[in-house]
């Protein structure tokens, strides 16, 4: 068996190239150009076809050319409308955008291990789909490459992916990081806006006040988190906005609040999302107004497979060693490889790339935010490693 994590080494500076270009020419949401293009030209120079089978969404298959399953292996490549201030030499170009939140590590990490595996293709059986991903951050690009056929046309069996992990406490740079099934929350974003009647501040009792409405709602909302959710569920619901009126002496005609609902557990997303659609328009009701309830953006929580998450963990261990592993606790943010996840069992990990010991006190989407690459090859290993492990397994 060939040993990937000192292949990885091998080419260590060209993935930290390919991350520093993609960094300092970040892109938002869907549209990403110059990204796309340059992840299609180095496929392409490691002897891929790549594809686009949606805006800025590259699909690429190594074809064994022996049967068996077909292994997902993903990136993200979007990045956040966030000026940087690191400090780096090769930090953004591009004015109040910058990749926050490690994108740009994701894809050098992803086409690291598109180069190793097309290396060693002679060790592979059945295929290797490579996706890399926009709109990320918002956007819906995985639900949107789900829709236009990523995981069809060949038929993935199972999927895999990484993300990066900065500045938590005792989690060193290069250390591999799982957690057991649900791994991060669902993320649904949503608008209350109420209708209510403007008058003059001086006569109230002539209108139906908003601003008091959007009040009575939010206090009727906590309850929902307090005393509704089931004991030992995870509940995050948080208000961010809120809008009404433009001057202090005139009762506006209407108002708007938003937020997000956050869940491990589908059944308390369910509980959550039902009760503050009903609290609001309740609640509107009884003061004379209106509530209407809006879910713009709604991303199920990411949930690793247990059996594929399992036995990719495994080999991860054959690579790196106990020592180099962690099982890591969940967390409330979002990530939309969950809707991948939806439709084929895999595993999202975790890699570390710098710990607040190590030097590194900024998370992500903090504009100071700096990663250590040198954890990077870990990932790429990784990938290559778990691929060829699972693909002959199966």
Known sequence: MVDFL????????????????????????????????????????????PEYICQSGIVAV??????????????????????????????????????ACGHDTHTAMLLGA??????????????????????????????????AGVLRSPDV?????????????????????????????SADMFRITVRGKS?????????????????????????IECSEKPRGSALALTIGQISA??????????????????????NVRSLAKRR????????????????????PSELPATVNDLQVGDEMFGYVKELVGEEGTMMLPQIMGGEDFAEVLQ???????????GDKQEGYPYISHNSKVIFNESGMKHAVAAFAHCAVRWLNAH
Request: hydrophobic residues 40%; aromatic residues 6%.
């Open 114 to 147: 598109a180069k190793l595996l097309m290396k060693h293709k002679d060790l592979l059986r059945g295929k290797v789909k490579f996706m890399f991903q926009p709109g990320e951050e918002g956007g819906g690009g995985a639900r949107t490459m789900v829709e």
């Open 245 to 266: 009126g433009r001057a202090g002496n005139v009762i506006p005609e209407q108002g708007f609040m938003c937020g997000s609902i956050r869940a491990y557990e589908e």
């Open 199 to 223: 008058a003059h501040g001086a006569s109230p009792e002539s209108g139906v006040n908003p601003v008091q409405i959007l009040c009575q709602i939010y206090n009727g909302l906590q309850s």
């Open 62 to 99: 190594l074809d064994s050319q022996k049967p068996g399953k077909t292994l997902l292996l993903r990136a993200d490549m979007d990045a956040l409308p966030i000026g940087e201030e690191s400090g780096l030499e090769f930090a953004s170009k591009h004015p109040g955008i910058s990749h």
């Open 343 to 353: 439709e084929a069992p895999g595993v999202l990990f975790r890699v570390s790339l």
């Open 276 to 295: 503050l659609r009903e609290i609001s328009e309740q609640t509107a009701a009884m003061y004379g107004g209106r509530a209407e309830v809006e879910f």
């Open 157 to 185: 069996d199972a999927c895999m992916a990484f993300h990066q992990v900065v500045a938590r406490d005792h989690v060193p740079t290069g250390i591999i990081g799982y957690t057991r099934g649900p791994m991060m929350a």
């Open 6 to 49: 000192k292949e990885a080494e091998g080419i260590e500076q060209e993935v930290i190239g390919w991350r520093r270009h993609v960094h300092q020419y970040p892109e938002l949401l869907m549209d990403l150009p110059e990204t796309a293009a340059f992840v299609e030209r180095e496929l392409k120079n490691m002897g891929y076809e």
